[in-house]
């Protein structure tokens, strides 16, 4: 029916937000979640522990002001929202056998087993969300996936908040975006594009749906991302397939007889040549990020007249106070057209920690600038009250721009020394010699075996060293002390790699909390957090530091370390440091400059640390990348200046090095391909790439590209407790070796192993080591 004939229906409340996070104030979910994996709690526990974090979440948004219903997003998730969907459409790949229990359903250890893999089966396959630094579980769909609704979860915790008083907006990922993120399962012809199983998945969606209607919800949030970005798929078939999804979405009538109201949502970026298609369906309600996107024209806002816009002026992705005199400027534009506006975030604040207020060791001028995801749903309250009244909100409004003015004059936000510095660069400054001549001094330097192994920095941090740490911070130990248990442990990891039989060592890092935040206390121009928890994947959780003023590095960081663990070993020892993108995606970094010189200012301080390891006698260095494609912009136009300044940014920080230092770099999380020209511009001597999930994808695009220095796809899935076993692994080389020079190839680990516990760590590391053997052996054999 057209939206004229529509039956009246609740309007959208007038202030929302798009998510919220789900980890717990305290990071409650981790540890039940842990526990239960780790057999300490039962189900039932777990689900009690589920149940108190949302609905302390519930009460907390409530005395916010989010107080209508449907105002609060039922965001919630065990592990991930995608995967939450896949279970819920029963797409399970036919890989796992039969996970559903005798009525269909899949319950949480069916959930986990996708999530984490078995003794069999490799997880599902992990990458990067959109621009953010949050992962999700890639789907895998083919001709042969059974769609049925296999978990009512979402209705379940529905009810749950509407026990507790509170009529919440369930969440799904929407269908187009659902499939568009999917990778084809490994049963699936060549070219098979999962968007072609959507009329297929629109039933069980409609289901759904009608489920949630049933038990008295009145909209449901959609969630459609994959609008604003460039994906391979032509724009004109997403265009196809949103008129087809939401045609048949909101065929049935709104009411208690049938579905809810549909929010379809598009954060992380403009809607662009999705906006008529988006315009053209039934949806009830449409979220814009207007953070990112620019505010749409009267003529374009036409387009979408009889729904409601929900304005997201409020920037959920980072930590800065809203400017919002700014975003009541936006709000003005559009009640100006005519249309019927709401006041959101832009995306889910589930990418920022809870609340600023905890932070009470920060500068209090620092934590004035700054907005968690509580001090935002204050903002969409505030704007929301503006357009009610906009006198009423003038004060907040004329503080937010007295602040905002202070931070920009604020000591230590622009230093002369380190600005002078940035602008004498020159091209020199971003190069090193050629690479032939780069790998004949590292050869006579380091005298390395065919396939060299090594892992890719981090040990298992035990609860011994975490506790080390812990009592250092509460004075219980001095410094002295905490030296000397640290050094306990790295000479354990020096001397594991060398039982093992290990080419290139690493010193395990535990002095470091975390791979940015070690490097944010140690350089100026960042701070660092208490209880700023944010999701990474499933129950792995980060602090991301606080770049806020003009770095620099006031003293050596890692030499005294490296220096140490050199000390006890004749094999190379890598120096570890975090590149500068990484830094940077991985931290609340200012929004009041281009990043491009954010990033060289952070490269200089790493280049002056690649200096003194070099004069410690570091012969490798590891300059870590793991986030390159995590910033990468969503839109193809935006893409080569971000990938010119991040490429620029590494080039900065290791072209000091000599010829025969061996600069290594790591990524993971990404689809590679996409981005291969870039990894090949960074001119590390060594790239070593996660692949053992995606069981060796990334070699094709080696091939391809004809990449020609060192690379180590990983070969053992260090995000999941399964240990690899030898055969596994000895698979995986097999593969690697058809498609990359041997002579090019190292053998290593997806990523750091600092989550993992030193039993599983051990076995997989000495499988990783017996099928090197195997495959140094065919290959000499060949020779």
Same mark, same amino acid.
């Given at each position: ?273 999705? &906006?008529?298609?988006?315009? *053209?369906? !039934? @949806?009830?309600?449409?979220? #814009?990020?207007?953070?990112? =996107? +620019?505010?749409?024209? /009267? ?105 905002? &003015?202070?931070?920009?004059? *604020?000591? !230590? @936000?622009?230093?002369?020394? #380190?600005?002078?510095?940035? =602008? +004498?660069?020159?091209? /020199? ?355």
């Amino acid at each position: 029916m057209s939206f004229s004939s529509r039956p009246a229906a609740r309007s959208f409340p007038a202030a929302t937000i798009l998510g919220y996070p789900r980890i717990g104030r305290r990071r409650e979910l981790k540890k039940a979640v842990e526990a239960y994996w780790a057999g300490k709690s039962s189900a039932a526990e777990l689900e009690a522990a589920a149940d108190s974090i949302q609905l302390a979440t519930l009460r907390r948004l409530t005395e916010l002001g989010l107080t209508e219903a449907s105002a609060i997003p039922g965001t919630f998730s065990f592990y991930d929202q995608v995967l939450d969907t896949a279970v819920a459409l029963g797409a399970v790949p036919a890989r796992f056998g039969s996970l559903h229990d005798a009525d269909g359903q899949l319950g949480l250890d069916a959930y986990f087993t996708l999530a984490r893999g078995n003794a069999k089966q490799q997880p599902l396959e992990m990458t990067k969300w959109f621009d953010s630094n949050y992962h999700y579980l890639v789907p895998e769909i083919g001709p042969e996936t059974v769609f049925s609704l296999s978990s009512e979860r979402v209705v379940d915790e529905f009810r749950f908040a509407q026990a507790n008083g509170v009529v919440t907006r369930p969440y799904l990922v929407g269908p187009v975006t659902f499939l568009l993120l999917s990778k084809a399962s490994g049963d699936a012809p060549e070219g098979f594009a999962p968007l072609s199983r959507l009329d297929d998945v629109l039933p069980v969606y409609a289901a759904l749906l009608e489920r949630l209607g049933a038990a008295g919800a009145e909209w449901v949030q959609l969630d459609e991302p994959a609008l604003v970005a460039d994906l391979d798929t032509p724009a004109a078939e997403v265009s196809a397939a949103v008129e087809r999804a939401y045609a048949a979405l909101t065929a049935s009538a709104v009411g208690a007889a049938g579905r809810p109201q549909i929010l379809l949502s598009a954060p992380y970026g403009g809607l662009g040549e999705q &906006a008529p298609a988006v315009a *053209a369906t !039934g @949806v009830e309600a449409v979220a #814009v990020d207007l953070f990112k =996107g +620019a505010v749409p024209s /009267a003529d374009e806002l036409a387009a979408f007249e009889g729904k409601a816009i929900v304005a997201g002026v409020v920037d959920g992705h980072n930590i800065w106070r809203n400017d919002l005199a700014a975003s009541a400027a936006k709000l003005d534009a559009l009640r100006a057209a005519g249309v019927n506006v709401a006041v959101s975030t832009s995306t889910s604040t589930f990418h920022v920690p809870h609340d600023v207020e905890e932070e009470t060791q920060l500068d209090a001028q620092l934590r004035s600038w700054l907005a968690f995801a509580d001090q935002k749903v204050a903002e969409v309250a505030t704007l929301a009250g503006y357009l009610a009244e906009p006198a009423a909100a003038q004060a907040a409004i004329d503080e937010a721009s007295r602040v905002l &003015a202070s931070r920009a004059e *604020a000591p !230590g @936000v622009r230093r002369p020394e #380190v600005r002078e510095r940035t =602008g +004498a660069l020159t091209d /020199a400054d971003f190069s090193r010699s050629d690479y032939a001549a780069r790998a004949a001094a590292q050869d006579a330097e380091l005298h390395l075996p065919p396939l060299p192994t090594t892992t890719i920095g981090s040990f298992p941090q035990t609860s011994e060293v975490r506790g080390a740490r812990a009592r250092l911070i509460k004075g219980a130990i001095d410094a002295a002390e905490y030296e000397r248990l640290m050094k306990d442990e790295i000479k354990r990891v020096v001397d594991l790699q060398e039982e093992l039989g290990f080419d290139v060592l690493v010193h395990g890092e535990p002095e470091r909390n975390d791979m940015v935040q070690y490097f944010a206390e140690n350089l100026d121009g960042f701070d660092v957090t208490v209880h700023g928890w944010v999701q990474s994947y499933g129950s792995r959780c980060t602090r991301p530091s606080i770049l806020w003023g003009d770095v620099s590095r006031p003293a050596p960081i890692t030499v005294p370390w490296a220096e140490y663990a050199q000390s006890l070993t004749e094999k190379p020892m890598k120096g570890m440091l975090t590149g500068p993108v990484t830094i940077l995606a991985w931290s609340f970094v200012r929004n009041d400059q281009p990043l491009a010189e954010t990033a060289n200012q952070v490269a200089l301080a790493l280049r002056d640390e690649i200096a003194d390891l070099e004069t410690a006698c570091i012969k490798v260095i590891q300059v870590d990348e793991p986030a390159l494609r995590e910033l990468l912009p969503l839109r193809r136009a935006d893409q080569p200046a971000y990938l010119d300044w991040s490429v620029k940014s590494f080039r900065l920080a290791t072209a000091g090095a000599a010829d025969a230092t061996q600069v290594h770099t790591h990524l993971c999380y990404s689809e590679f391909g996409v981005i291969i020209d870039a990894i090949d511009g960074l001119d590390a001597d060594v790239t070593s790439i996660e692949a053992a999930r995606s069981r060796m994808e990334v070699v094709n695009d080696l091939e391809t590209h004809g990449f020609g220095r060192g690379v180590g796809p990983g070969v053992y899935d260090i995000h999941s407790p399964r240990v690899p076993s030898q055969g596994e692994i000895e698979e995986l080389l097999k593969t690697a070796v058809a498609h990359v020079p041997s002579r090019q190839l190292w053998v290593n680990p997806d990523c750091g192993l600092k989550t993992r516990g030193y039993a599983e760590t051990e076995e997989s590391l000495r499988n990783l080591v017996e099928a090197t053997k195997v495959a140094r052996g065919v290959i000499a054999a060949n020779a």
